[in-house]
């Protein structure tokens, strides 16, 4: 069985701060990592992911993640929040490789990021 | 560019009535999805299906049904609507591959009154 925690369901940064979007898992295989962003009115779009290479994953719009076994973790961060970030972001894990109900998506409750002017 | 289309974005129906909610990929893409969102709870799987005709339940697959004729198409169907299914639905696709990025559709808002 597989869950996501994100802590946090809204999250606040003034314009040009970091944001952190927290993030932890638990699965009983190595995991997929996935962070989704939603803009309102619309469908979930890919940040990234983390397929067992690299742990520390880059993304689109500047954000990254990293992969933390030993804390269970894949915190989303980005050094300058912009306008434009302001959306939800949903954290997510699946089975891991390839096989019968495996590419299934476990996903968090969500983040709502607010960017203060 | 991936397209996963939701045919209604809103609907209004009536406790009682038979929805469909159609979702098409044109992506031939083996896997498909519907998860149901609801504020606070996340998404959550309802069905998903791995090839024509084949299904399996989610996590939350009561009051609902599913239908694979073809693969690029995916129906989810409310065989009798009660207020509590009013939500947004999200169906998505990817391929029986490693890395298994999902792709999202729009997203359907159902209201039943």
């Known amino acids: 069985a597989q869950s996501v925690t994100q802590l946090g369901s809204h999250v606040s940064v003034s314009e040009g701060a970091l944001v952190l979007l927290r993030c932890n898992y638990s699965?009983?295989?190595?995991?997929?990592l996935f962070w989704y962003v939603q803009y309102p009115n619309q469908g979930l779009q890919l940040l990234l992911k983390?397929?067992?290479?690299?742990?520390l994953v880059k993304g689109i719009n500047g954000f990254e993640a990293e992969f933390k076994k030993s804390e269970t973790s894949f915190h989303l961060t980005k050094p300058s929040a912009h306008m434009s970030d302001a959306a939800e972001y949903f954290c997510?894990?699946?089975?891991?490789?390839?096989?019968?109900?495996?590419?299934?998506?476990?996903f968090g409750t969500g983040t709502r990021l607010t960017i203060i002017p | 560019d991936v397209k996963v289309t939701q045919s209604s974005r809103y609907l209004v129906k009536r406790t009682g009535e038979k929805v469909f909610l159609e979702c098409v990929q044109d992506?031939?893409?083996?896997?498909m999805f519907w998860y149901r969102q609801d504020p606070g709870l996340g998404l959550r799987l309802i069905y998903f299906s791995y090839d024509v005709k084949m299904k399996e339940k989610g996590d939350i697959p009561e009051g609902y049904s599913v239908s694979r004729e073809k693969k690029e198409r995916f129906s989810l169907i409310l065989e009798s609507a009660s207020t509590n299914q009013t939500s947004m639905y999200l169906c998505a696709s990817n391929r029986q591959s490693s890395g298994n990025t999902i792709y999202f559709g729009e997203g359907s808002w159902l209201t039943v009154v």
């Open positions: 992506m031939d893409h083996e896997n």
């Open positions: 699965s009983s295989v190595p995991p997929y």
């Open positions: 997510a894990v699946s089975g891991g490789p390839s096989g019968f109900g495996n590419e299934k998506l476990t």
């Open positions: 983390y397929t067992s290479a690299a742990t």
